[in-house]
Nanobody, 117 residues
Framework: QVQLVESGGGLVQAGGSLRLSCAAS????????MGWFRQAPGKQRELVAS???????TYADSVKGRFTISRDNAKNTAYLQMNSLKPEDTAVYYC???????????WGQGTQVTVSS
């Protein structure tokens, strides 16, 4: 089992920044993938970004150039730096953890990000 604890959500004005953190604990594999999904009201959950333990990253087109995912393997923690936030970024953001075989296997509890116009 893996436990994920997220932090860093909140309310910010458009154009502002937030940094989300996700700390993983439990049965951590050396090779793993951590990511962030988000779900806005009335919309499907979507992948925002992911990062492998080797540092390979992927981003949704909607956040490229504005969001940066990073990680500290020694702390089993992933971060999502969100800049130039837009009202359409408003959503509950979920941290995920998985292996190379099953990239999304565990979910965090979610943290609310609200961007006001």
């Amino acid at each position: 089992q893996v436990q994920l604890v997220e932090s860093g959500g909140g309310l910010v004005q458009a154009g502002g920044s937030l940094r989300l953190s996700c700390a993983a604990s439990g049965n951590i594999f050396t090779l793993n993938i951590m990511g962030w999904f988000r779900q806005a009201p009335g919309k499907q959950r979507e992948l925002v970004a992911s990062i492998s333990s080797g540092g390979t990253t992927t981003y949704a087109d909607s956040v490229k150039g504005r969001f940066t995912i990073s990680r500290d393997n020694a702390k089993n923690t992933a971060y999502l730096q969100m800049n130039s936030l837009k009202p359409e970024d408003t959503a509950v953001y979920y941290c995920t953890y998985g292996t190379m075989r099953v990239p999304v296997n565990y979910w965090g509890q979610g943290t609310q990000v609200t961007v006001s116009s």
